[in-house]
């Protein structure tokens, strides 16, 4: 019987995937062989539960990439060739525990069926027979090992996860681009402070504002790397373009952190829309008081996400709009899951490219990018 829920969580998960994330649907390998599942049984000396055959004999795994089906940790689906290569990894990493270790890090009788990929975490499944454990779904973490209670049953945890695809936002699920992402947001807490609060004295101890960034500073190919599909529109947009985005983006994270109440940021924001650029300032000017006051402010209210937006309005109103765009982007990730399709739309709404890769930044030529370390290798792969 819960081999026929694996079948029918499928069944859900792929219909939803084909209508919302088909470039994640196209990631799901065809069905594994019996011959296959069964060699791999073997050569691990243990019984896969009949779910993990289920699963396997619907989708061999997912391929990696960043537009991989992953579950709601982060982990891509292995399949069969994955599980045994993850699997003799832990298995060697854990060769020196007792049984009561074992236990509790990595047992002989846990496989690993989906996996993190930038470490050793990732998801287990017991398989060790004659025990009511049998089938159970862990996560491994590498730092404090295996712990279950994720579902009974491997049947049981996809049909958890074709429920949280159909409640959608509110079960953390994203779609941009035809990928399906995992996402969760924590508003910001805009209702302290007031627009009347007074300036700081000039001679007020208060924390300094990094005012050391220009509009012609570079930055690194390896941020835009991070925002994916977005970064490498960003990186080819005309320089103006990029500067519109960077001044909306400034402004909805004013706006969404309640930066916007103050006019002397209001004010500075209002002049970049008119396509005046504000001087710079010392440390003294109201401008810069005001944020500064912030960063206090937001201190004493532990508000990590207003402070993190003070400190990247300094850089957006006198630094490079790459730089903007992408420290905006970052601070807005923590407030919202729309954030890639506002960033999309402050662009214009333009066709996104594919996902990067070294070739990509390797061959970029835009003098606002340093992209020289991707150059260089690129280059080597040439020779």
């Given at each position: ?74 982990d891509r689906l292995l399949g069969v060739s994955g599980i045994l290569g993850d699997t ?35 998801l287990v499944i017991d398989c060790r027979t004659g025990r009511d454990s049998f089938g ?45 992402l995992w996402a969760w947001a924590m508003p910001a807490r805009p209702e302290w402070g ?190």
């Open positions: 019987m819960t081999a026929d829920l694996v079948q029918d969580s499928w069944s859900r998960i792929d219909a939803w995937l084909r209508e919302y994330a088909p470039r994640t649907f196209a990631t799901l390998r065809p069905p594994a062989g019996h011959e296959e599942i069964a060699t791999a049984q073997e050569e691990l000396g243990i019984t896969f539960p009949p779910d993990l055959v289920a699963s396997l004999l619907r989708h061999n795994g997912a391929l990696d990439g960043p537009e991989a089906f992953r579950f709601s940790t982060g003799r990894f832990m298995r060697n990493i854990a060769d020196d525990l007792d049984e009561e270790e074992a236990e509790d890090y990595w047992h002989h009788g846990y496989v690993k069926f989906g996996s993190y990929g930038a470490t050793s975490d990732g159970a779904i862990g996560r491994f973490f590498d730092e404090t090992g295996t712990s279950f209670g994720k579902a009974d049953s491997l049947g049981g945890y996809l049909a958890e996860l074709a429920g949280q695809l159909d409640r959608g936002r509110d079960a953390g699920v994203v779609t941009f681009n035809g990928r399906l007031s627009a009347d609060d007074p300036l700081p004295a000039p001679n007020e101890q208060l924390p300094e504002l990094d005012l050391s960034c220009s509009p012609t500073d570079l930055l690194h190919a390896s941020y835009l790397d991070g925002l994916e599909e977005l970064g490498a529109l960003l990186a080819v947009l005309p320089r103006e373009r990029v500067a519109e985005a960077a001044r909306k983006q400034l402004r909805r994270l004013a706006v969404e952190t309640g930066l916007n109440k103050y006019p002397e940021i209001k004010s500075a924001l209002d002049a970049l829309e008119r396509g005046e650029a504000p001087s710079r300032p010392d440390q003294t000017d109201p401008l810069a008081l005001r944020l500064r006051a912030v960063l206090v402010q937001a201190n004493a209210h532990r508000d990590d996400t207003r402070r993190w937006a003070a400190e990247k309005m300094a850089h957006g109103i006198w630094g490079s709009p790459y730089r903007s765009v992408y420290e905006s982007a970052g601070s807005r990730s923590r407030l919202t899951v729309d954030w890639r399709a506002d960033l999309h739309a402050d662009l214009g709404n333009p066709s996104l490219p594919p996902t990067p890769d070294e070739q990509f930044w390797g061959t970029l030529r835009n003098p606002a990018i340093d992209s020289s370390w991707y150059a260089a290798q690129y280059a080597q792969e040439q020779d």
